[in-house]
Protein backbone atom coordinates (compact mmCIF):
# COMPACT_ATOMS: atom_id res chain seq x y z
CA UNK A 1 0.00 0.00 0.00
CA UNK A 2 1.69 3.40 -1.04
CA UNK A 3 1.80 6.07 1.24
CA UNK A 4 -1.49 7.96 -0.69
CA UNK A 5 -3.47 4.79 -0.21
CA UNK A 6 -2.67 5.51 3.55
CA UNK A 7 -3.24 9.06 3.72
CA UNK A 8 -6.80 8.76 1.99
CA UNK A 9 -7.93 5.91 3.68
CA UNK A 10 -7.19 8.12 7.25
CA UNK A 11 -9.57 11.12 6.56
CA UNK A 12 -12.88 8.25 6.25
CA UNK A 13 -11.38 7.05 10.09
CA UNK A 14 -10.72 10.93 11.16
CA UNK A 15 -14.49 11.69 10.18
CA UNK A 16 -15.97 8.26 11.84
CA UNK A 17 -14.12 9.78 15.13
CA UNK A 18 -15.41 13.24 14.81
CA UNK A 19 -19.21 11.69 14.49
CA UNK A 20 -18.65 9.73 17.10
CA UNK A 21 -17.47 11.83 19.37
CA UNK A 22 -20.89 14.01 18.41
CA UNK A 23 -22.77 11.60 19.11
CA UNK A 24 -21.29 10.64 22.72
CA UNK A 25 -21.34 14.23 23.45
CA UNK A 26 -25.38 14.56 22.80
CA UNK A 27 -25.53 11.29 24.48
CA UNK A 28 -24.01 12.71 27.96
CA UNK A 29 -25.76 16.17 27.84
CA UNK A 30 -29.11 13.69 27.69
CA UNK A 31 -28.10 12.14 30.28
CA UNK A 32 -26.87 15.42 32.27
CA UNK A 33 -30.09 17.03 31.50
CA UNK A 34 -32.07 14.24 32.97
CA UNK A 35 -29.64 13.81 35.98
CA UNK A 36 -30.52 17.23 37.37
CA UNK A 37 -33.93 16.92 36.71
CA UNK A 38 -34.05 13.78 38.70
CA UNK A 39 -32.21 14.93 41.23
CA UNK A 40 -34.57 17.66 41.34
CA UNK A 41 -37.58 15.19 42.13
CA UNK A 42 -35.43 12.13 44.01
CA UNK A 43 -37.42 12.37 47.13
CA UNK A 44 -40.56 12.30 45.08
CA UNK A 45 -39.13 9.25 42.52
CA UNK A 46 -38.18 7.32 46.06
CA UNK A 47 -41.54 7.62 47.43
CA UNK A 48 -42.95 6.32 44.36
CA UNK A 49 -40.95 3.38 44.42
CA UNK A 50 -41.80 2.80 48.02
CA UNK A 51 -45.47 1.65 47.24
CA UNK A 52 -44.66 -1.65 46.90
CA UNK A 53 -43.28 -1.53 50.17
CA UNK A 54 -46.06 0.40 51.10
CA UNK A 55 -48.44 -2.29 49.84
CA UNK A 56 -46.78 -5.24 51.65
CA UNK A 57 -47.14 -3.96 54.87
CA UNK A 58 -49.28 -5.22 57.15
CA UNK A 59 -49.47 -0.68 58.91
CA UNK A 60 -49.06 1.06 55.37
CA UNK A 61 -49.08 4.64 57.76
CA UNK A 62 -45.93 3.14 60.74
CA UNK A 63 -43.69 2.28 57.91
CA UNK A 64 -40.57 4.18 58.56
CA UNK A 65 -37.10 4.29 56.47
CA UNK A 66 -33.74 5.43 57.88
CA UNK A 67 -30.20 6.69 56.88
CA UNK A 68 -26.93 5.42 59.30
CA UNK A 69 -24.75 7.79 57.83
CA UNK A 70 -24.76 11.12 57.38
CA UNK A 71 -24.18 11.17 53.79
CA UNK A 72 -26.34 8.14 52.94
CA UNK A 73 -29.55 9.54 51.93
CA UNK A 74 -27.54 12.09 49.98
CA UNK A 75 -25.71 9.44 47.53
CA UNK A 76 -28.70 7.68 47.30
CA UNK A 77 -30.47 10.38 45.71
CA UNK A 78 -27.54 10.64 43.38
CA UNK A 79 -27.80 6.84 42.56
CA UNK A 80 -31.77 7.33 41.99
CA UNK A 81 -30.92 10.49 39.72
CA UNK A 82 -28.65 8.31 37.57
CA UNK A 83 -31.26 5.75 37.56
CA UNK A 84 -33.70 7.75 36.04
CA UNK A 85 -31.57 9.38 33.87
CA UNK A 86 -30.21 6.41 32.27
CA UNK A 87 -33.61 5.12 31.67
CA UNK A 88 -35.15 8.90 30.76
CA UNK A 89 -32.17 9.82 28.19
CA UNK A 90 -32.21 6.17 26.80
CA UNK A 91 -34.66 7.29 23.34
CA UNK A 92 -31.86 10.09 22.61
CA UNK A 93 -28.86 7.68 23.39
CA UNK A 94 -30.86 5.05 21.26
CA UNK A 95 -31.38 7.58 18.39
CA UNK A 96 -27.65 8.71 18.78
CA UNK A 97 -26.86 5.13 18.15
CA UNK A 98 -29.18 5.18 15.22
CA UNK A 99 -28.07 8.15 13.34
CA UNK A 100 -24.35 6.67 13.79
CA UNK A 101 -24.74 3.17 12.40
CA UNK A 102 -27.66 3.73 9.92
CA UNK A 103 -25.36 5.61 6.94
CA UNK A 104 -23.46 1.93 7.09
CA UNK A 105 -26.83 0.16 6.45
CA UNK A 106 -28.45 -1.36 3.20
CA UNK A 107 -31.69 0.60 3.52
CA UNK A 108 -33.85 -2.86 4.26
CA UNK A 109 -31.19 -3.27 7.06
CA UNK A 110 -31.96 0.29 8.30
CA UNK A 111 -36.05 -1.37 8.62
CA UNK A 112 -34.40 -3.78 10.18
CA UNK A 113 -33.18 -2.36 12.88
CA UNK A 114 -34.97 0.07 13.71
CA UNK A 115 -38.01 -2.11 15.47
CA UNK A 116 -35.53 -3.47 17.63
CA UNK A 117 -34.22 -0.36 18.80
CA UNK A 118 -37.68 0.52 19.44
CA UNK A 119 -38.69 -2.64 21.11
CA UNK A 120 -35.68 -2.15 23.88
CA UNK A 121 -37.15 0.33 26.12
CA UNK A 122 -40.42 -1.32 25.83
CA UNK A 123 -39.78 -4.73 26.73
CA UNK A 124 -37.58 -3.00 29.50
CA UNK A 125 -40.23 -0.70 30.94
CA UNK A 126 -42.56 -4.10 31.04
CA UNK A 127 -39.89 -5.74 33.24
CA UNK A 128 -39.51 -2.96 35.37
CA UNK A 129 -43.77 -2.78 35.52
CA UNK A 130 -43.84 -6.58 36.50
CA UNK A 131 -41.20 -6.04 39.14
CA UNK A 132 -43.06 -2.63 40.60
CA UNK A 133 -46.62 -4.23 40.28
CA UNK A 134 -46.47 -7.99 41.40
CA UNK A 135 -43.09 -8.84 42.67
CA UNK A 136 -41.54 -6.21 44.78
CA UNK A 137 -45.15 -6.70 46.55
CA UNK A 138 -44.67 -10.18 47.16
CA UNK A 139 -41.48 -9.87 48.01
CA UNK A 140 -41.69 -7.50 50.19
CA UNK A 141 -44.62 -9.34 52.16
CA UNK A 142 -42.45 -12.19 51.96
CA UNK A 143 -39.73 -10.52 54.21
CA UNK A 144 -41.97 -8.60 56.22
CA UNK A 145 -43.68 -11.79 57.19
CA UNK A 146 -40.10 -12.72 59.13
CA UNK A 147 -41.45 -9.87 61.74
CA UNK A 148 -42.25 -10.96 65.20
CA UNK A 149 -45.05 -9.43 67.89
CA UNK A 150 -43.05 -9.37 71.00
CA UNK A 151 -45.23 -12.06 74.09
CA UNK A 152 -44.39 -14.04 76.49
CA UNK A 153 -40.97 -15.60 76.35
CA UNK A 154 -40.77 -13.79 72.80
CA UNK A 155 -38.97 -10.50 71.95
CA UNK A 156 -40.00 -8.12 69.24
CA UNK A 157 -38.48 -8.45 65.38
CA UNK A 158 -39.30 -5.88 63.10
CA UNK A 159 -37.78 -4.74 59.92
CA UNK A 160 -36.42 -1.17 59.64
CA UNK A 161 -35.54 -0.80 56.10
CA UNK A 162 -32.56 1.39 55.37
CA UNK A 163 -33.02 3.75 52.37
CA UNK A 164 -30.48 2.86 50.25
CA UNK A 165 -30.55 -0.85 50.73
CA UNK A 166 -34.55 -0.59 49.61
CA UNK A 167 -32.80 1.46 46.81
CA UNK A 168 -30.32 -1.10 45.86
CA UNK A 169 -33.32 -4.14 46.06
CA UNK A 170 -35.61 -2.57 43.89
CA UNK A 171 -32.91 -1.39 41.10
CA UNK A 172 -30.99 -4.77 41.22
CA UNK A 173 -34.45 -6.42 40.62
CA UNK A 174 -35.54 -3.24 37.78
CA UNK A 175 -32.35 -4.04 36.35
CA UNK A 176 -32.46 -7.96 36.27
CA UNK A 177 -35.52 -7.76 34.76
CA UNK A 178 -35.33 -5.55 32.30
CA UNK A 179 -32.38 -7.49 31.24
CA UNK A 180 -34.12 -10.42 30.79
CA UNK A 181 -36.90 -8.70 28.64
CA UNK A 182 -34.51 -8.28 26.09
CA UNK A 183 -33.68 -11.95 25.70
CA UNK A 184 -35.99 -12.08 22.31
CA UNK A 185 -34.40 -9.00 21.15
CA UNK A 186 -31.13 -10.38 21.19
CA UNK A 187 -32.08 -13.88 20.36
CA UNK A 188 -33.92 -12.62 16.84
CA UNK A 189 -31.05 -10.35 16.28
CA UNK A 190 -28.66 -13.35 16.64
CA UNK A 191 -31.55 -15.32 14.36
CA UNK A 192 -31.59 -12.71 11.71
CA UNK A 193 -27.42 -13.37 11.18
CA UNK A 194 -27.59 -16.46 11.22
CA UNK A 195 -25.90 -17.05 14.30
CA UNK A 196 -28.96 -19.45 15.69
CA UNK A 197 -31.88 -21.05 14.65
CA UNK A 198 -35.43 -21.90 16.15
CA UNK A 199 -34.84 -25.68 15.74
CA UNK A 200 -31.09 -25.15 17.90
CA UNK A 201 -32.98 -22.77 20.41
CA UNK A 202 -35.39 -25.55 20.79
CA UNK A 203 -32.38 -28.26 21.39
CA UNK A 204 -31.04 -26.31 23.77
CA UNK A 205 -34.88 -25.60 26.27
CA UNK A 206 -33.28 -28.22 28.57
CA UNK A 207 -30.19 -25.80 29.29
CA UNK A 208 -32.45 -22.75 28.73
CA UNK A 209 -34.74 -23.95 32.26
CA UNK A 210 -31.20 -24.70 34.12
CA UNK A 211 -29.89 -20.78 33.08
CA UNK A 212 -32.63 -19.19 33.57
CA UNK A 213 -32.86 -20.31 37.46
CA UNK A 214 -29.16 -20.15 37.58
CA UNK A 215 -29.86 -16.57 36.59
CA UNK A 216 -32.16 -16.08 38.74
CA UNK A 217 -30.62 -17.07 41.65
CA UNK A 218 -27.56 -14.96 40.72
CA UNK A 219 -29.49 -11.60 40.22
CA UNK A 220 -32.30 -11.28 42.54
CA UNK A 221 -32.28 -11.49 46.32
CA UNK A 222 -31.98 -14.95 47.74
CA UNK A 223 -36.09 -15.48 47.88
CA UNK A 224 -38.16 -17.67 46.21
CA UNK A 225 -40.18 -15.52 44.84
CA UNK A 226 -38.12 -12.71 43.13
CA UNK A 227 -36.40 -16.03 41.68
CA UNK A 228 -39.33 -18.02 40.94
CA UNK A 229 -40.46 -14.56 39.76
CA UNK A 230 -37.84 -14.27 36.95
CA UNK A 231 -36.87 -17.45 35.93
CA UNK A 232 -40.71 -18.37 34.60
CA UNK A 233 -40.53 -14.96 32.37
CA UNK A 234 -37.02 -15.40 31.17
CA UNK A 235 -38.30 -19.44 30.16
CA UNK A 236 -41.44 -17.72 28.48
CA UNK A 237 -39.27 -14.83 26.52
CA UNK A 238 -37.00 -17.96 25.45
CA UNK A 239 -40.31 -19.35 23.86
CA UNK A 240 -40.99 -15.90 22.47
CA UNK A 241 -37.47 -16.36 21.05
CA UNK A 242 -37.86 -19.28 19.42
CA UNK A 243 -41.14 -18.03 17.45
CA UNK A 244 -39.52 -14.67 16.41
CA UNK A 245 -36.25 -16.93 14.86
CA UNK A 246 -38.30 -19.02 13.38
CA UNK A 247 -40.50 -16.39 11.87
CA UNK A 248 -37.20 -14.41 11.11
CA UNK A 249 -36.12 -17.91 9.11
CA UNK A 250 -39.69 -18.28 6.98
CA UNK A 251 -38.95 -14.65 5.91
CA UNK A 252 -35.92 -15.46 4.45
CA UNK A 253 -36.72 -18.52 2.77
CA UNK A 254 -39.65 -16.45 1.19
CA UNK A 255 -36.74 -13.93 -0.25
CA UNK A 256 -34.32 -16.32 -0.94
CA UNK A 257 -37.58 -18.24 -3.25
CA UNK A 258 -38.49 -15.11 -4.72
CA UNK A 259 -35.21 -14.29 -5.77
CA UNK A 260 -34.36 -17.68 -7.11
CA UNK A 261 -37.49 -17.17 -8.88
CA UNK A 262 -36.40 -13.85 -10.41
CA UNK A 263 -32.89 -14.91 -11.20
CA UNK A 264 -34.60 -18.34 -13.26
CA UNK A 265 -37.31 -16.00 -15.20
CA UNK A 266 -34.06 -13.54 -16.01
Known sequence: MSQEDIDASKAPLIEHLIELRQ???WSIAAILVMFVICF???TDIYNILTVPYLRAAPNPDTVQ???TAPQEWFFTQLKLALFGALFLAFPVIASQIYMFVAPGLYKNERGAFLPFLVATPILFLIGACLVYFLVMPMAMGFFLSQEQVAGAGKVA???LAKVSEYLGLIMILIFAFGLVFQ???VLTLLGRAGLVSSEGLKQKRKYAIVGAFAAAAI???PDPISQIGLALP???LYEVSILSVRLVERQRAEREAA???EDAAA
Do not use: G, K, N
Request: glycine share 0%; proline share 8%; aromatic share 12%.
Open 157 to 159: IQH
Open 219 to 221: LTP
Open 259 to 261: REA
Open 183 to 185: LPV
Open 23 to 25: RLM
Open 65 to 67: MIF
Open 234 to 236: TLL
Open 40 to 42: YFA
